[in-house]
């Protein structure tokens, strides 16, 4: 026996076909293996309305969740966005006649748009801070990639033998990775592992020199005069190039400022922003470290392992790699300018 019930748009348009082809009812019952009584009420319609599309309404079970049900759940989103989806179905179901189960919650929220992701981290930047960055990326707002090619990047990092990130997941749409309420904000912390001073610009990778105790005035004095200064002196004989370096206490101590004073004629700090890690490149190397370490076949069991680990990717990271990211800072500097201030996604 030949498919009885309604077809689909596409089996109704074979049967118009085979119609007005010529063939008979029977002979298009023979050739697409439907019942007569099907050719015969699908054609007909088609000869009365025009239309091969079927008429019926959709089948299946209706949505639980109409628009207005939806604005409601957008809502409770954007009220909370690191809120489980038991909490959100939980305060959803709230006052409602009819309740639904965190499948339907899960389901709605992405036909919304909403997936659970990882929040960015970003630092949290003060009213005076988010002036200063503006002011610094208006005032440079118009180097090109030849003059950050005169600067020198520095920063300290710290990795650890077991990494715990402590990512905090939040409801958001695709488009809403940069909106206030869906970053976490952080302040820099000490921790345990093995702690490193870097630096390098676009011409060449500088020297990674491991910090074997808390980095105070007195360290980082020696690791000015013995690696800044020479590095400087090496790759900007002409004394045109800049030194960066973040706000730091022990980058701002007395003793540090009057030896920059005393250098002055071979080499310039740059005034740097506070708060502004998205704005150095030398952060994004930190990430290939660490990327790297994670990916190690066999992973360090000691600090003593951990450092030789980090000297080893340092050293072999790509000229590709680091020049490619001194080329992003106009880039950086349009993004700070176009959020007057604010984070940025770099």
């Not at 029977?26 to 007569?36: D, E, N, P, T, V």
């Not at 309305?49 to 949505?63: E, I, P």
């Not at 990327?291 to 392992?305: F, G, I, K, S, Y």
Request: aromatic share 8%; glycine share 6%.
């Amino acid at each position: 026996m030949g498919k009885k019930g309604d077809l689909s748009n596409f089996e109704r348009g074979m049967v118009v076909g085979a119609r007005r082809a010529g063939l008979s009812i029977s002979q298009s019952a023979q050739l697409l293996g439907f019942s007569h009584t099907t050719i015969s009420r699908v054609y007909k319609e088609w000869c009365a309305k025009g239309k091969t599309s079927s008429m019926r309404q959709s089948c299946g079970r209706k949505c639980l969740v109409d628009a207005r049900g939806q604005r409601r759940m957008g809502r409770l989103i954007q009220a909370d966005r690191r809120a489980t989806l038991t909490e959100i179905t939980t305060r959803y179901n709230r006052n409602m006649q009819q309740s639904i189960c965190e499948a339907t919650t899960r389901t709605t929220l992405r036909r919304m748009g909403y997936n659970s992701r990882r929040s960015h981290r970003v630092p949290l930047i003060s009213t005076t801070n988010r002036k200063k960055r503006l002011q610094f990326a208006r005032a440079h707002q118009n180097w090109t990639v030849e003059d950050w090619k005169n600067v020198a990047w520095s920063d300290e990092s710290r990795f650890l033998l077991r990494h715990s990130n402590g990512r905090v997941r939040i409801w958001r749409k695709q488009n809403e990775n940069m909106d206030p309420s869906c970053l976490v904000t952080t302040v820099q912390a000490a921790g345990g592992g093995v702690m490193v001073w870097g630096m390098f610009s676009w011409h060449t990778l500088g020297p990674l020199v491991p910090i074997g105790h808390c980095l105070n005035a007195t360290a980082y004095l020696s690791i000015v005069s013995d690696h800044v200064h020479p590095f400087m002196t090496t790759m900007y004989p002409s004394s045109d190039g800049y030194f960066q370096q973040d706000n730091a206490p022990c980058h701002k101590a007395r003793i540090i400022s009057n030896w920059f004073l005393e250098h002055d004629n071979e080499l310039t700090v740059l005034q740097w922003p506070p708060q502004s890690p998205d704005l150095n490149p030398i952060e994004h190397l930190w990430d290939v470290v660490e990327r790297e370490l994670r990916a190690l076949d066999v992973h360090p069991t000691n600090l003593h392992q951990l450092q030789d680990a980090i000297l080893s990717i340092w050293a072999n990271i790509s000229k590709e790699c680091f020049q490619h990211l001194v080329e992003s800072m106009p880039r950086r500097i349009k993004a700070v300018l176009k959020v007057k201030g604010g984070q940025t996604p770099y």
